[in-house]
Each structure stands twice: as C-alpha cells, then as structure tokens.
C-alpha cells in the first residue's frame, strides 16, 4: 500500500508545532509543541490521539535540529516514528513565498535558495521555517519535503490590490507589495463556506474574516483572492491582538523626528504594543468581554476600534467583490466570540448582513450558518484548519508526481 501519512510542521523562531495525519480521512495521529528552544527550560508536550494522553518534558532544547529530534522519538514511541514506511511527506508551512510561489513546492535546492532570497522582507519567519525544512531534510533526506506558503493563496490578486501608489521603481527594488499572510486559512475557509452553501466554490464569492491574535480579512470571488487586508508584513489591516494595523504612514516619521525612537523601538510599538493590547492592556477577546462587563470604558473602547475597523473593511471587500454570497468569521475570535461577529455586521442590513441572535450563540466545532435562512448574505463561523489544509496540499502534490490519482 502507499504510503498516507502527512506530518505538517509549523516552525517558528523558538517553537515547533506539529502534527501528524492520515490523508485517507484527514485524522490526527498525533499532534504536539517544542517551546523556549534554545532555552534551558525548553517544554515538549506531545498527544497521541489513539490515547489522547499528553506526555512530554521540560529540559533543555538547544536548537531545532534537537527539537525535531525529540519529536521523533517521541512519535517513534506510539510506532509513529518518522522512519516509518507510511509516512508519505512532511508539509512545512513557509510564512512568506514572495510573489515566485504561487502554489505549495516540493523542496530542492533551488527552492531553499529562493526561500532564503526572501528573509529581507520575512526576517521574523521565513529564517525559522527555513532551519525547520533544513533539519527535516537531514533527518529524511529520501522523503519529499513541501514547503506551503501563507502568501500563495493571495497571488491571483490584481496588481490593482497588490501595488502600493508609491514609486514604482522604489517598490520594484525593494520589492514592496501587498503579499497578503494566513492564506492556508483563507483558502481552506472559503472553500468550506462554498460547501456549507452546497455550492462550488467557483461559484461563490465570500469575505473570510480571519480573526486570531494576528487578523485579516480577504475578498475571495469564485475561489480566488482579490484582495486581502495583510500587506508587505503582517502589520497591515485589521486591529490586532499586538498589531495597529492600517495607520497614517506619516505616524512613523513623527515618532521617528518628535518622539527619538529607532526603527527597531516602532517596529517594536507597532507590533508588539499596539492593537488591543496597546489600548487597554488586554489582547484576549474574552478578558476585554470580561472587562466590558464590568464596566471597563478601556475595554469597551479597544472593542469599539476594533469592531469599527472590522466593519470597514466588511464594506471594503462588498464593494470589491460587487456581489458577496457570504461571510465567514473564523479562527480564535472569529469563531468564539459572538458578540464580535454581531457588532461586525450591526447596521448593515441593507447590504443583506444580518446575524440571528440565537444562531450566534450556538458554540461548536463544525461550520456553521448565524444568519436567518431568508438572508440575502449568509453569515457563518467556519473554523480554520490550516494544519489540515497545509497536509491536505502536500499530500495532494506528493501524490501527483507521482502519477497517481
Ligand atoms: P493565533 O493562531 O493567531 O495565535 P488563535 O486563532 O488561536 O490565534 O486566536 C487566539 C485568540 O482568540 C485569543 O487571543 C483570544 O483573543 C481569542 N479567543 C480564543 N477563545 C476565545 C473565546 N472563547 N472567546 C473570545 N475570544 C477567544
């Protein structure tokens, strides 16, 4: 039999999260963390899902290549070890393919090379997610590694959306665009929203509104992004949890003239500080909810800004795509906080938004509808899986080059 298996790798600058899956149903084997790498009090927490016991340990992980190490032993215990004949790939999710990679890539030399052309513009995460394929690759190097790109599902958009109206040879040079991120997450929802419409996805045009810790919204008609709310970096957009979002450019050279501060101290500001943790303390939806409960105007304010960008950018996207089937709010806000998603879409009934108050406050896991059934728009909550989607794009091209169906 061929092999199945897909281990999806997400590595970051400290941390490995990982997850192994059966592409013949798409279920988890088992998922699991290495954090604080580098660190001496590293932490790897590992579950099995045959006995959903989590085990793991807290010692000193001094690199990646030690990390991944960890998780093969670990993994080798529940006889899924990365030696395994039916493991089939490993899936690695690469933040930022530039505009070269349009689709999910097997990785050669080549491609480790381009990867590396782009750590100017991805200096946070393409070096980490690099050194992950890298120490893969030593561990397995008979195995097909494919790297998946959170920028890829945004580069159908227009040059219209992708330029900035700046100088087109500064922009070339320096090659300053608008990229997008989180695409794994909005192509998997938008695709799941056509299906919970029982349509094709060719058919339907839909504003994913991927609320997290970081946050972006995207156009998608017919299956293709137009346009997306992430720019150059991740800073562009919606408020986030740590991120401003969109702001007056001019910000930066009057905190850089009047205020003293280096690059690196805004840099800093405007993505560690600001969003909803900059204005009130807070960058959990559920502690500002708390807080707006008791009164808190901080709160309530860091809400208000939020809700009000979000909403922007609702009737941004509306116009963009002409004709929008529906909405879909996802990842950790998007799908549990109810009281977001009804303030996103208040006041906009002419547009044919509207949420049914009881619907929004259903909790669950599978996707969902909030509108009433009449709505002109549906509404919906769709959870994210990027893992499932990053596994879904390996296996898929594994396979095809392999010339099997
Ligand atoms: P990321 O992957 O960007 O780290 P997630 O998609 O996991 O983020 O979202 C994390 C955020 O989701 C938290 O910071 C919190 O604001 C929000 N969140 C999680 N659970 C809830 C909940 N039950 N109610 C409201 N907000 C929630």
């Known amino acids: 039999m061929s092999p199945t298996r897909v281990l999806v790798l997400n590595s970051g600058s400290s941390s490995v999260k990982y997850q192994l899956l059966d592409m013949r149903d798409g279920s988890r084997l088992a998922v699991g963390l290495v954090e604080r790498i580098g660190e001496e009090s590293s932490q790897l927490k590992h579950t099995p ?30 006889g899924l070890g990365l030696d395994s004949p039916e493991l089939a790939a490993i899936g690695h999710r ?41 120490t893969a690759r030593a561990l397995r190097p008979d195995l097909p590694q494919v790297a998946v790109f959170d920028t890829a599902f945004h580069t159908t958009m227009p040059e219209s959306a992708a330029r900035y109206a700046i100088d087109v040879r500064t922009a070339d040079e320096h090659r300053i665009r608008r990229y997008g991120f989180h695409g794994t997450s909005h192509a998997y929802v938008s695709r799941a929203t ?9 058919e339907v045009n839909v504003i994913v509104l991927h609320l997290g810790n970081g946050a972006s919204a995207s156009a998608v008609r017919g299956g293709r992004c137009v346009d997306t709310s992430m720019g150059l970096t991740p800073l562009e957009g919606l408020v986030m949890g740590t991120r401003s979002g969109d702001m007056d450019p001019a910000v930066i050279f009057h905190l850089m003239r009047v205020g003293g501060m280096s690059a690196d101290e805004i840099d800093t500001l405007l993505n560690k500080k600001s969003g909803l943790i900059g204005l009130c303390g807070d960058n959990d939806m559920r502690e500002i909810r708390r807080r707006i409960d008791e009164g808190d105007e901080a709160a309530q304010l860091a809400f208000d800004i939020y809700v009000h960008r ?8 509306y116009a963009v795509l002409g004709r929008v089937d529906a909405v879909a709010f996802t990842a950790g806000v998007g799908e549990n906080a109810a009281p977001v998603r009804a303030a996103a879409v208040a006041g906009l009934e002419a547009l044919g938004l509207t949420v049914d108050g009881e619907l929004n406050a259903v909790r669950g896991d599978a996707p969902r509808l909030i509108s009433p059934a009449d709505a002109r728009v549906a509404v919906a909550v769709v959870p994210t899986d990027e893992e499932l989607e990053i596994a879904t794009q390996t296996y898929a091209l594994v396979k095809a080059a392999q010339g099997r169906p």
């Open 194 to 202: 056509a299906e919970l419409l029982g349509r094709a996805p060719e």
């Open 310 to 317: 979000l909403k922007k950018y609702i009737g941004a996207y």
């Open 49 to 78: 899902l045959a006995t959903g016991e989590t085990r793991g340990f807290t010692a000193a992980v001094p690199d990646h290549d030690a990390a991944l190490k960890a998780v093969a032993a670990e993994l080798a215990k529940d």
């Open 94 to 134: 690469v933040v930022h393919g530039g505009k070269h990679f349009t689709a999910p890539t097997v990785v050669d030399d080549t491609v480790l090379a381009e990867i590396e052309r782009l750590i100017p513009v991805a200096p946070l995460h393409n070096p980490a997610n690099l050194t992950g394929i890298r």
